[in-house]
Each structure stands twice: as structure tokens, then as C-alpha cells.
Antibody, heavy 121, light 108 residues
Framework: EVQLVQSGAEVKKPGESLKMSCKASGSSFTTHWIHWVRQMPGKGLEWMGM????????RYSPSFQGHVTISVDTSSSTAYLQMNSLKASDTAMYYC??????????????WGQGTLVTVSS | EILMTQSPATLSVSLGERATLSCRASQSVRSNVAWYQQKPGQAPRLIIY???TRATGIPGRFSGSGSGTEFTLTISSLQSGDFAVYYCQQYHDWPPCTFGQGTKLEIK
């Protein structure tokens, strides 16, 4: 079974940068799309983007394009979400997720535990 | 971008009763819809994929239906553990793989 373990909670100041991680185990990392999902406090799920580790093909939601960068390190089976020039409105829980089907963009069966990001001066 | 609209925003149902949650897509997504359950403090959990297929370990009281633009999640004989927020998501046309805004299922 796939397991996704995300990096720990972060407290940042406005203007700072952040790179969080999502380490995968239990499946072939390079053949499954890794998705990132944001959940602001008390709000719903927002799909941010995804990456195919096999060739680093990356797709972003228009809402997040240019504001975040998704990357991978296949040697460590880890996906990353980077955010620069943080604002208070970036305060949220961030989840990584993946499916159990190779190569396909489908439903998200496996989720990380989430990384809570707090941006405050 | 495909929009997913869920209704109602909040649904109050008694234990043992049936709950029907709706999700509408702004254009056809065929059967490429998933439903997720999220409880407070937890990550979402996949309930239904391909509009009507239960995910691994999901009890039979959960069922999904629909295709095209109209989708329904039905939970028969509600149990206390079923009260949560439910989200639909389309993965037919991406990016983005849009989520609905969620339906909160609460005990009446």
C-alpha cells in the first residue's frame, strides 16, 4: 500500500519562502501522478497542481500558476511544493495525494497527513 | 475550467435515515467523478470513484450514481461515523481537477 508522509508544520513570516515535502513509499514513485491540494482554515479543498515524477511533467491550476512550484526528487521518492513571498492568505493545510493507477490522472486514493502552514508577522 | 457545484451546502439527516448529496458539473465529465469524505482534523478519504465504484474498504451503504453533468452520492441508513463533509471532484478535464465546495452532513 502507498504511504505519503509529509513534512512538519511550518510557521513563517510574510515575504518568506517555504518548501514542503511529501515522501512516498510502497509503490513505483515514478509512474504515479502526485497531486497537491490546499485547504484554508474552515474551507473546502482546492486542487493546486500535479506532477508526474517519471518525466517531471507538471500541471498547475490557473489559480496557483506562478505562485507555487511543484518538483520531485526521484532518488528519494519525494515530491515538493514551494511557495515564495508568503502572505497571510497562504495560511492553510496542504495535502499531497496520489492514486493507485499508473500514468493516469484519476481519483486520489492515498493522502498524506497534511502540512499546516501558518503565515503571520 | 470545469466547475463542480454541490448541493445542499448543509444536510441534516437523522441516524438510520438516507442521505442524498448532489454534484453538478458545468460541462460533461462523463463518469470521471470521485467523492471524498473528510472528518475534522483528518485528511480526505476516497469513497467513490468513476462515479459509482466504491473504494477499497467502503461499506455498501455508500453508493454513487450519475454521468455527464449530474452526480449523486447516497448514504443509506446513516451511522454516526458518516457525519462529515463530502466533496466531489472531477478528473475528466484538467488542469485543474476541480473539487466541489463540499456538503456538510450533520445529525438532525
Amino acid at each position: 500500500e502507498v504511504q505519503l508522509v509529509q513534512s512538519g508544520a511550518e510557521v513563517k513570516k510574510p515575504g518568506e519562502s517555504l518548501k514542503m515535502s511529501c515522501k512516498a513509499s510502497g509503490s513505483s514513485f515514478t509512474t504515479h501522478w502526485i497531486h497537491w491540494v490546499r485547504q484554508m482554515p474552515g474551507k473546502g479543498l482546492e486542487w493546486m497542481g500535479m506532477i508526474y515524477p517519471g518525466d517531471s511533467d507538471t500541471r498547475y491550476s490557473p489559480s496557483f500558476q506562478g505562485h507555487v512550484t511543484i518538483s520531485v526528487d526521484t532518488s528519494s521518492s519525494t515530491a515538493y511544493l514551494q511557495m515564495n513571498s508568503l502572505k497571510a492568505s497562504d495560511t492553510a493545510m496542504y495535502y499531497c495525494a496520489t492514486s493507485d493507477l499508473e500514468q493516469l490522472v484519476v481519483s486520489l486514493e492515498y493522502w498524506g497527513q497534511g502540512t499546516l502552514v501558518t503565515v503571520s508577522s | 475550467e470545469i466547475l463542480m457545484t454541490q448541493s445542499p451546502a448543509t444536510l441534516s439527516v437523522s441516524l438510520g435515515e438516507r442521505a442524498t448529496l448532489s454534484c453538478r458539473a458545468s460541462q460533461s465529465v462523463r463518469s470521471n467523478v470521485a467523492w471524498y469524505q473528510q472528518k475534522p482534523g483528518q485528511a480526505p478519504r476516497l469513497i467513490i470513484y468513476a462515479a459509482s465504484t466504491r473504494a477499497t474498504g467502503i461499506p455498501g451503504r455508500f453508493s454513487g450514481s450519475g454521468s455527464g453533468t449530474e452526480f449523486t452520492l447516497t448514504i443509506s441508513s446513516l451511522q454516526s461515523g458518516d457525519f462529515a463533509v463530502y466533496y466531489c471532484q472531477q478528473y475528466h478535464d484538467w488542469p485543474p481537477c476541480t473539487f466541489g465546495q463540499g456538503t456538510k452532513l450533520e445529525i438532525k
